[in-house]
């Protein structure tokens, strides 16, 4: 199984960036997907998540970006993004996109199954 992310990247506050991540190696639609970060000396954390497959999808996000990031998925493509608007220094880590055939609101890195390699992202005051 692999996971690729990119589109990281410098920008300043106020600005957005999209991430991609593109799935193989496993059948996309049988799992939820999911965007983690983790900052400098500190642990890594849930950002968002979408459900598995279905009709509609259900999208979960931590607070800091709810209304700022939207994640989405693109099953024909096994293609998950993240699209992050507004962005804050606070937002500058590493992000991780992960795989897991668990619930989709496990915030528990543990309870993952697969991870990418991450991309950075720095936002500039």
């Known amino acids: 199984v692999q996971l690729q992310a990119s589109g990281g990247g410098l920008v300043q506050a106020g600005d957005s960036l999209r991430l991609s991540c593109v799935a193989s190696?496993?059948?996309?639609?049988?799992?939820?997907m999911g965007w983690f970060r983790q900052a400098p000396g500190k642990e890594r954390e849930f950002v968002a998540a979408?459900?598995?497959?279905?009709?509609?999808?259900?999208?979960y996000y931590t607070g800091s970006v709810k209304g700022r990031f939207t994640i989405s998925r693109d099953n024909a493509k096994n293609t998950v993004y993240l699209q992050m608007n507004t962005l804050k220094p606070g937002d500058t880590a590493v992000y991780y996109c992960?795989?897991?055939?668990?619930?989709?609101?496990?915030?528990?890195?543990?309870?993952?199954?697969?991870w990418g390699q991450g991309t950075q992202v720095t936002v500039s005051s």
């Open positions: 992960a795989a897991t055939h668990n619930s989709y609101t496990d915030r528990d890195i543990e309870r993952w199954d697969y």
């Open positions: 190696g496993l059948t996309f639609d049988d799992y939820s």
């Open positions: 979408i459900s598995w497959s279905g009709s509609s999808s259900s999208t």
